[in-house]
């Protein structure tokens, strides 16, 4: 059958579809992609205006038009920290419905942990061992740890590359002092949580997912994504402690330049990568390995076993 889902982030909204059915590896069939930024449309109370409402209609009654031509006969819209987090959220899913027929679900944030570390974990299969997984979204950082497909530790912080970017970031290029303080500020943060895992051992296998990982360990040299899914791909702690001063002393503009970088993600780059340098740093971790498959896959996978055990 195929299966659409239709991901409301913080940065994107994007339509996935794909074909599988339970017991298969799902395969991509289509992509629908909108850069949004849900996260940077909040006022100062923390709600979506009604401008940003009108414009997260407009992309969901796209991508729906999309699904409908792409043949999609069961869709899974869900909605990650964004709107979760708006103040007005209730208001902004009935507005959605109301004018759509989408019903988004809006996942808590360990929620969203647990479905990546299921997409994680049937990408690499048991032979992984344990597995620690670190995904840093526009508004959130979601690590999940653990050895069966049920993770034994998840927790979502408030740690998002969109997020902090338009929080502690204000120059281009930012501010020394202020690269410091968000420095700071993102350890702090993840620190809190180190215990928690740590008290269950040292993992076997350090993933991570994330449009954010993919763009660190391509300009650290890993394969392009035209080289295909199945190319191995790694970032080391070493090399991106080595970027990080770079990219705080260059502009948006010189970031989106460097390979794999996109335009509208250079401005989040730097943020982001001082939150995947604090995560292997304090983690532990040296080396980890970039996994294709993430949340939106997770979603299926989710959906796929429920209709195998129907």
């Not at 940065?11 to 629908?32: E, F, R, Y």
């Not at 690590?143 to 281009?172: C, F, H, K, N």
């Not at 080595?242 to 401005?267: K, N």
């Amino acid at each position: 059958m195929r299966l659409g889902v239709l991901d409301v982030g913080s940065n994107t909204v994007h339509l996935l579809v794909v074909d599988a059915h339970p017991g298969a590896c799902p395969l991509p069939a289509h992509s629908h992609k909108v850069e949004l930024r849900l996260a940077q449309l909040l006022d100062d109370s923390g709600a979506i205006g009604d401008e940003g409402i009108d414009k997260l209609i407009a992309v969901v009654q796209d991508a729906l038009q999309a699904a409908e031509d792409k043949g999609v006969e069961d869709l899974l819209p869900f909605a990650t920290s964004a709107v979760r987090e708006a103040t007005n959220a209730d208001d902004v899913l009935a507005r959605v419905a109301d004018a759509t027929g989408v019903r988004l679900q809006v996942l808590a944030g360990e929620e969203e942990a647990r479905l990546t570390f299921l997409a994680v974990r049937r990408w690499f299969g048991w032979s992984a061992g344990k597995l620690l997984v670190l995904d840093i979204g526009g508004g959130s950082l979601e690590i999940a740890y653990g050895m069966d497909e049920e993770p034994d530790a998840a927790v979502s912080l408030p740690l998002g590359a969109g997020r902090l970017t338009a929080g502690w970031l204000p120059g281009d290029p930012p501010a020394p002092e202020d690269v410091r303080a968000l420095r700071r500020h993102v350890r702090t943060e993840i620190a809190r949580t180190v215990g928690e895992f740590s008290r269950i051992g040292a993992p076997d296998h350090v993933v991570a997912t994330s449009k954010t990982f993919k763009q660190l360990a391509r300009i650290a040299g890993a394969a392009r994504s035209t080289e295909g899914l199945y190319v191995q791909r790694e970032l080391k702690r070493e090399s991106l402690e080595a970027w990080v001063p770079r990219l705080a002393g260059m502009t948006t503009e010189q970031r989106a330049e460097l390979p794999g970088v996109s335009d509208g993600r250079a401005a989040q780059l730097l943020a982001g990568a001082l939150v995947a340098e604090g995560a292997m740093d304090l983690f532990g971790v040296e080396e980890l390995e970039i996994c294709p498959w993430a949340l939106r896959e997770g979603v299926i996978l989710r959906r796929l076993d429920h209709m195998g055990s129907d």
